[in-house]
């Protein structure tokens, strides 16, 4: 059985766990407007999981995660305390739910499969501009 992915929102009162193995889910970054605005990035980049594979944390500290419609087609959900973008759901495929990679615990298990919505062009990302291992204080990585 694989290992249960987990993760959460910044101020740790929303707390989920997956029932799947990372590395089989696909994982997508998303160019749309509504993501990029929901993000504040570049875009956004969501793990398709099952919706029985999802699973809420029992936490006594727990905030139910807020939702809404950003499209007739879809809705998201944040978490009420600290704003974090943790979900987004297609309305038609409720199958699934699609889980911002950003709050999992251990992103670097996610490898992302594909870029969608780029008909508006995708924003740059130099991998030639200075890297640094923490803030641009610290000591560079490249």
Do not use: W
Request: glycine letters at 8%; proline letters at 8%; a negative charge.
């Amino acid at each position: 059985m694989p290992e249960p992915v987990r993760g959460g929102c910044v101020c740790g009162r929303y707390r989920y766990t997956i029932h799947e193995d990372a590395a089989t889910m696909a994982a997508r970054h998303c160019h749309c407007q509504l993501c990029r605005r929901a993000s504040g990035a570049t875009h956004l980049t969501c793990l398709e999981v099952p919706t029985v594979s999802y699973h809420v944390d029992d936490n006594e500290d727990a905030a139910p995660l807020q939702s809404y419609a950003t499209s007739k087609h879809a809705k998201r959900a944040f978490c009420p305390t600290c704003g974090s973008t943790v979900t987004f759901e297609y309305l038609e495929k409720p199958e699934f739910i699609y889980i911002s990679v950003g709050t999992l615990d251990h992103p670097e298990h996610v490898r992302p499969n594909g870029h969608i919505f780029v008909q508006g062009g995708i924003l740059p990302l130099d991998l030639n501009l200075p890297q640094y291992e923490q803030g641009i204080d610290g000591p560079r990585a490249n």
